[in-house]
Protein backbone atom coordinates (compact mmCIF):
# COMPACT_ATOMS: atom_id res chain seq x y z
CA UNK A 1 0.00 0.00 0.00
CA UNK A 2 2.39 2.43 0.51
CA UNK A 3 4.41 1.58 -2.57
CA UNK A 4 1.59 1.69 -4.39
CA UNK A 5 0.21 5.85 -3.61
CA UNK A 6 3.16 7.34 -4.93
CA UNK A 7 2.75 4.99 -8.37
CA UNK A 8 -1.16 6.02 -8.25
CA UNK A 9 -0.03 9.77 -7.77
CA UNK A 10 2.01 9.53 -10.65
CA UNK A 11 0.19 7.19 -12.85
CA UNK A 12 -2.83 7.10 -12.24
CA UNK A 13 -5.37 5.03 -9.81
CA UNK A 14 -6.95 3.80 -13.87
CA UNK A 15 -3.67 2.05 -14.73
CA UNK A 16 -2.97 0.95 -11.11
CA UNK A 17 -5.99 -0.57 -10.84
CA UNK A 18 -5.84 -2.41 -14.21
CA UNK A 19 -2.73 -3.60 -13.54
CA UNK A 20 -3.23 -5.01 -9.49
CA UNK A 21 -7.11 -6.30 -10.62
CA UNK A 22 -5.55 -8.69 -13.55
CA UNK A 23 -2.46 -9.77 -10.86
CA UNK A 24 -4.22 -10.24 -8.13
CA UNK A 25 -6.78 -12.43 -10.45
CA UNK A 26 -4.28 -14.34 -11.93
CA UNK A 27 -2.07 -15.03 -8.81
CA UNK A 28 -5.01 -16.54 -6.84
CA UNK A 29 -4.04 -20.25 -7.90
CA UNK A 30 -0.41 -19.81 -7.65
CA UNK A 31 -1.39 -21.11 -4.42
CA UNK A 32 -1.95 -25.06 -5.68
CA UNK A 33 1.02 -24.83 -7.82
CA UNK A 34 2.80 -24.58 -4.16
CA UNK A 35 4.86 -27.93 -3.05
CA UNK A 36 6.33 -26.38 0.24
CA UNK A 37 5.81 -24.11 3.23
CA UNK A 38 8.49 -22.01 0.94
CA UNK A 39 6.59 -21.62 -2.11
CA UNK A 40 3.24 -21.04 -0.44
CA UNK A 41 4.53 -18.27 1.52
CA UNK A 42 5.70 -16.53 -1.88
CA UNK A 43 2.55 -17.04 -3.37
CA UNK A 44 0.64 -15.08 -0.35
CA UNK A 45 3.51 -12.51 -0.76
CA UNK A 46 2.39 -11.82 -4.46
CA UNK A 47 -1.29 -12.48 -3.31
CA UNK A 48 -0.97 -9.59 -0.74
CA UNK A 49 1.43 -7.27 -2.56
CA UNK A 50 -1.38 -7.18 -5.69
CA UNK A 51 -4.08 -7.01 -3.51
CA UNK A 52 -2.74 -4.07 -1.53
CA UNK A 53 -2.08 -2.29 -4.66
CA UNK A 54 -5.87 -3.33 -5.72
CA UNK A 55 -7.32 -1.54 -2.57
CA UNK A 56 -5.34 1.51 -2.38
CA UNK A 57 -6.49 2.02 -6.09
CA UNK A 58 -9.80 1.19 -5.73
CA UNK A 59 -10.17 3.68 -3.18
CA UNK A 60 -8.30 6.48 -4.67
CA UNK A 61 -10.64 5.96 -8.24
CA UNK A 62 -13.46 6.35 -5.98
CA UNK A 63 -11.89 9.86 -4.61
CA UNK A 64 -11.72 10.58 -8.35
CA UNK A 65 -15.65 9.32 -8.96
CA UNK A 66 -16.80 11.70 -5.80
CA UNK A 67 -15.02 14.85 -7.64
CA UNK A 68 -16.67 14.69 -10.82
CA UNK A 69 -20.32 13.30 -9.20
CA UNK A 70 -19.69 16.01 -6.74
CA UNK A 71 -21.81 14.03 -3.96
CA UNK A 72 -20.20 11.47 -1.22
CA UNK A 73 -20.45 7.65 -3.03
CA UNK A 74 -17.35 6.26 -0.62
CA UNK A 75 -19.79 4.31 2.00
CA UNK A 76 -21.86 2.31 -1.06
CA UNK A 77 -18.11 1.45 -2.49
CA UNK A 78 -17.11 -0.28 0.58
CA UNK A 79 -20.77 -1.80 0.86
CA UNK A 80 -20.00 -3.71 -2.09
CA UNK A 81 -17.21 -4.81 -0.54
CA UNK A 82 -19.03 -6.02 2.29
CA UNK A 83 -21.12 -7.63 -0.16
CA UNK A 84 -19.14 -9.12 -1.94
CA UNK A 85 -17.33 -10.87 1.12
CA UNK A 86 -20.14 -12.14 2.39
CA UNK A 87 -20.91 -13.62 -1.33
CA UNK A 88 -17.50 -15.34 -1.56
CA UNK A 89 -18.36 -16.79 1.84
CA UNK A 90 -21.62 -18.07 0.79
CA UNK A 91 -20.04 -19.14 -2.53
CA UNK A 92 -17.28 -21.25 -0.80
CA UNK A 93 -19.57 -22.91 1.22
CA UNK A 94 -21.44 -23.94 -1.80
CA UNK A 95 -18.62 -25.15 -3.42
CA UNK A 96 -17.60 -27.63 -0.50
CA UNK A 97 -21.20 -28.47 0.21
CA UNK A 98 -21.40 -29.42 -3.55
CA UNK A 99 -18.23 -31.85 -2.84
CA UNK A 100 -15.79 -29.04 -4.20
CA UNK A 101 -12.24 -28.72 -3.06
CA UNK A 102 -10.26 -24.77 -3.26
CA UNK A 103 -8.91 -26.14 -6.32
CA UNK A 104 -12.40 -25.86 -7.89
CA UNK A 105 -13.15 -22.17 -6.12
CA UNK A 106 -10.25 -20.53 -7.01
CA UNK A 107 -10.42 -21.44 -10.82
CA UNK A 108 -14.14 -20.62 -10.64
CA UNK A 109 -13.26 -17.58 -9.12
CA UNK A 110 -10.44 -16.10 -11.48
CA UNK A 111 -12.76 -17.38 -14.47
CA UNK A 112 -15.92 -15.71 -13.82
CA UNK A 113 -14.06 -12.73 -11.81
CA UNK A 114 -11.86 -11.22 -14.57
CA UNK A 115 -13.84 -10.91 -17.80
CA UNK A 116 -16.74 -8.33 -15.78
CA UNK A 117 -13.60 -6.89 -14.10
CA UNK A 118 -11.63 -6.02 -17.10
CA UNK A 119 -14.88 -4.67 -18.92
CA UNK A 120 -15.71 -2.52 -15.62
CA UNK A 121 -12.34 -0.85 -15.87
CA UNK A 122 -12.99 0.49 -19.49
CA UNK A 123 -15.05 3.27 -17.22
CA UNK A 124 -12.77 4.53 -14.91
CA UNK A 125 -11.63 8.01 -14.75
CA UNK A 126 -8.28 9.41 -15.47
CA UNK A 127 -7.26 11.30 -12.00
CA UNK A 128 -6.79 14.60 -12.01
CA UNK A 129 -3.63 14.60 -10.09
CA UNK A 130 -1.75 11.78 -11.82
CA UNK A 131 0.54 14.12 -13.69
CA UNK A 132 3.80 15.33 -12.15
CA UNK A 133 4.01 13.89 -8.97
CA UNK A 134 7.64 11.79 -8.96
CA UNK A 135 10.62 11.42 -6.72
CA UNK A 136 8.63 9.24 -3.76
CA UNK A 137 8.88 5.43 -3.43
CA UNK A 138 6.33 4.95 -0.23
CA UNK A 139 3.22 7.02 0.91
CA UNK A 140 4.47 8.12 3.95
CA UNK A 141 1.81 10.24 5.91
CA UNK A 142 2.46 13.94 6.53
CA UNK A 143 1.83 15.42 9.82
CA UNK A 144 -1.98 16.40 8.62
CA UNK A 145 -2.95 12.61 8.59
CA UNK A 146 -1.69 11.38 11.35
CA UNK A 147 -5.02 12.01 13.57
CA UNK A 148 -6.79 10.35 10.47
CA UNK A 149 -4.37 7.26 10.48
CA UNK A 150 -4.31 6.99 14.28
CA UNK A 151 -8.83 6.92 13.86
CA UNK A 152 -8.55 4.30 10.98
CA UNK A 153 -6.57 1.99 13.01
CA UNK A 154 -9.16 2.12 15.85
CA UNK A 155 -11.65 1.46 13.43
CA UNK A 156 -9.74 -0.97 11.89
CA UNK A 157 -9.48 -2.56 14.86
CA UNK A 158 -12.98 -2.26 16.24
CA UNK A 159 -13.75 -4.61 12.99
CA UNK A 160 -11.18 -6.83 13.06
CA UNK A 161 -12.05 -7.58 17.08
CA UNK A 162 -15.82 -8.01 15.73
CA UNK A 163 -14.99 -10.00 12.53
CA UNK A 164 -12.38 -12.76 14.58
CA UNK A 165 -14.08 -12.79 18.37
CA UNK A 166 -18.00 -12.06 17.70
CA UNK A 167 -19.04 -15.60 17.01
CA UNK A 168 -16.45 -16.76 19.30
CA UNK A 169 -18.21 -14.46 22.26
CA UNK A 170 -21.55 -15.74 21.59
CA UNK A 171 -20.45 -19.60 21.79
CA UNK A 172 -17.97 -19.35 24.61
CA UNK A 173 -19.14 -16.67 26.83
CA UNK A 174 -22.91 -16.86 26.41
CA UNK A 175 -23.24 -20.24 25.44
CA UNK A 176 -24.92 -20.52 22.20
CA UNK A 177 -24.44 -23.31 19.72
CA UNK A 178 -22.21 -22.87 16.60
CA UNK A 179 -25.24 -22.04 14.37
CA UNK A 180 -26.29 -18.97 16.59
CA UNK A 181 -22.77 -17.53 16.69
CA UNK A 182 -22.66 -17.74 13.01
CA UNK A 183 -25.70 -15.93 12.83
CA UNK A 184 -24.74 -13.44 15.51
CA UNK A 185 -21.52 -12.63 13.13
CA UNK A 186 -23.97 -12.63 10.05
CA UNK A 187 -26.06 -9.93 11.54
CA UNK A 188 -23.13 -7.69 12.35
CA UNK A 189 -21.63 -8.03 8.74
CA UNK A 190 -25.47 -7.60 7.34
CA UNK A 191 -26.22 -4.22 9.36
CA UNK A 192 -22.66 -3.00 8.05
CA UNK A 193 -23.63 -2.90 4.89
CA UNK A 194 -27.02 -1.96 5.00
CA UNK A 195 -25.18 1.31 6.96
CA UNK A 196 -22.97 1.63 4.25
CA UNK A 197 -25.46 1.84 1.58
CA UNK A 198 -27.39 4.03 3.51
CA UNK A 199 -24.44 6.27 4.79
CA UNK A 200 -23.72 8.45 1.33
CA UNK A 201 -26.89 9.56 1.86
CA UNK A 202 -26.73 10.73 5.25
CA UNK A 203 -22.99 12.50 4.55
CA UNK A 204 -24.87 14.61 1.91
CA UNK A 205 -26.88 15.71 4.40
CA UNK A 206 -24.24 16.51 7.09
CA UNK A 207 -20.78 16.98 7.56
CA UNK A 208 -18.16 13.58 7.37
CA UNK A 209 -17.01 14.99 10.95
CA UNK A 210 -20.78 14.45 12.85
CA UNK A 211 -21.00 11.43 10.84
CA UNK A 212 -17.46 10.06 12.07
CA UNK A 213 -18.69 11.46 15.60
CA UNK A 214 -22.19 10.21 15.54
CA UNK A 215 -21.18 6.60 14.24
CA UNK A 216 -18.62 6.21 16.99
CA UNK A 217 -21.51 6.79 19.90
CA UNK A 218 -23.61 4.06 18.07
CA UNK A 219 -20.87 1.84 18.17
CA UNK A 220 -20.18 2.19 21.55
CA UNK A 221 -23.30 1.83 22.23
CA UNK A 222 -23.67 -1.33 20.52
CA UNK A 223 -20.70 -2.72 22.61
CA UNK A 224 -22.39 -1.84 25.67
CA UNK A 225 -25.75 -3.90 24.87
CA UNK A 226 -23.61 -6.80 23.66
CA UNK A 227 -21.44 -7.16 26.79
CA UNK A 228 -23.80 -5.63 29.65
CA UNK A 229 -25.47 -9.39 30.20
CA UNK A 230 -26.03 -12.74 29.02
CA UNK A 231 -29.25 -12.02 26.75
CA UNK A 232 -28.29 -13.82 23.29
CA UNK A 233 -31.35 -11.41 21.87
CA UNK A 234 -29.72 -7.92 23.63
CA UNK A 235 -26.40 -9.29 21.83
CA UNK A 236 -27.93 -9.46 19.02
CA UNK A 237 -29.05 -6.32 19.17
CA UNK A 238 -25.42 -4.70 20.09
CA UNK A 239 -24.00 -6.71 17.38
CA UNK A 240 -26.42 -5.17 14.95
CA UNK A 241 -25.61 -1.28 16.19
CA UNK A 242 -21.80 -1.94 16.16
CA UNK A 243 -22.44 -3.12 12.60
CA UNK A 244 -24.11 0.46 11.83
CA UNK A 245 -21.42 2.08 13.59
CA UNK A 246 -18.45 1.17 12.46
CA UNK A 247 -20.07 1.15 8.83
CA UNK A 248 -19.44 4.39 7.92
CA UNK A 249 -16.60 5.26 9.78
CA UNK A 250 -13.56 4.23 7.57
CA UNK A 251 -15.16 5.42 4.28
CA UNK A 252 -15.69 8.99 5.95
CA UNK A 253 -11.72 8.81 7.10
CA UNK A 254 -10.47 7.87 3.27
CA UNK A 255 -12.59 10.17 2.15
CA UNK A 256 -10.81 12.93 4.32
CA UNK A 257 -7.42 11.44 3.61
CA UNK A 258 -8.13 11.49 -0.07
CA UNK A 259 -8.50 15.15 -0.31
CA UNK A 260 -5.70 16.80 1.46
CA UNK A 261 -4.36 19.14 -0.48
CA UNK A 262 -0.44 18.36 0.63
CA UNK A 263 -0.58 15.45 -0.48
CA UNK A 264 -1.51 12.88 -3.44
CA UNK A 265 -5.02 11.26 -3.33
CA UNK A 266 -3.40 7.75 -3.87
CA UNK A 267 -0.74 8.43 -1.16
CA UNK A 268 -2.65 10.21 1.49
CA UNK A 269 -5.26 6.95 1.39
CA UNK A 270 -2.37 4.32 1.12
CA UNK A 271 -1.25 5.85 4.29
CA UNK A 272 -4.26 5.73 6.01
CA UNK A 273 -4.88 2.49 4.73
CA UNK A 274 -1.75 1.23 5.86
CA UNK A 275 -2.48 2.35 9.70
CA UNK A 276 -5.82 0.82 9.52
CA UNK A 277 -4.84 -2.99 7.98
CA UNK A 278 -2.30 -2.32 10.95
CA UNK A 279 -5.43 -2.50 13.23
CA UNK A 280 -6.70 -5.71 11.91
CA UNK A 281 -3.37 -7.38 12.54
CA UNK A 282 -3.15 -5.74 16.02
CA UNK A 283 -6.17 -5.89 17.58
CA UNK A 284 -7.75 -9.06 17.02
CA UNK A 285 -4.39 -10.26 18.88
CA UNK A 286 -4.62 -7.59 21.21
CA UNK A 287 -8.02 -9.03 22.11
CA UNK A 288 -6.93 -12.59 22.65
CA UNK A 289 -4.25 -11.34 25.00
CA UNK A 290 -6.23 -9.64 27.08
CA UNK A 291 -9.11 -12.66 27.12
CA UNK A 292 -6.34 -14.75 28.61
CA UNK A 293 -4.93 -12.63 31.34
CA UNK A 294 -8.85 -11.39 32.37
CA UNK A 295 -12.43 -12.91 29.83
CA UNK A 296 -13.54 -11.99 26.59
CA UNK A 297 -16.09 -9.93 27.40
CA UNK A 298 -13.68 -7.43 29.30
CA UNK A 299 -11.11 -7.51 26.17
CA UNK A 300 -13.86 -6.76 24.02
CA UNK A 301 -14.78 -3.89 26.39
CA UNK A 302 -11.38 -2.50 26.06
CA UNK A 303 -11.68 -2.44 22.57
CA UNK A 304 -14.74 -0.48 22.60
CA UNK A 305 -13.12 2.39 24.97
CA UNK A 306 -10.92 3.11 21.99
CA UNK A 307 -13.91 4.52 20.09
CA UNK A 308 -14.66 7.36 22.79
CA UNK A 309 -11.03 8.84 21.76
CA UNK A 310 -12.85 9.21 18.55
CA UNK A 311 -15.95 10.67 19.81
CA UNK A 312 -13.95 12.91 21.76
CA UNK A 313 -11.49 14.20 19.37
CA UNK A 314 -13.10 13.16 16.17
CA UNK A 315 -14.08 17.39 15.78
CA UNK A 316 -9.91 17.69 15.02
CA UNK A 317 -10.50 16.34 11.94
CA UNK A 318 -11.20 18.76 9.12
CA UNK A 319 -11.20 19.04 5.62
CA UNK A 320 -9.32 21.15 3.70
Given at each position: ??????????????????????????SLPLV??????????????????????MDVSMNAQGITVERR?????????HAFFSIGGMTGAAAAALSYGLGGGIEHYLLTVCVLVIPPAVLALHGLFPDAQ????????????????????????IAFVCEGAMF???????????????????????????????????????????????ILRGSAVIACLGYVLALAGESIVLTFFGYALIGLGVANIVPVLFSLAGTRKEIGHGSGIAAVATAGYSGSLLGPAWVGFLA??????????????FL????????????D
Open positions: MLFGGPRIDRFGSRLVLLISTLGFSFLLAQSLPQLLAAVVVIGFANGLRDRPIMSSLAAGLKGRILALPPRSLWLIAAFTCDWGAVYLRDALGSDASTAALGFGTFSAAMAAGRLLGDRVVARTSRVTDLFSLRWALAVTAVVLLVCFGRLVRK
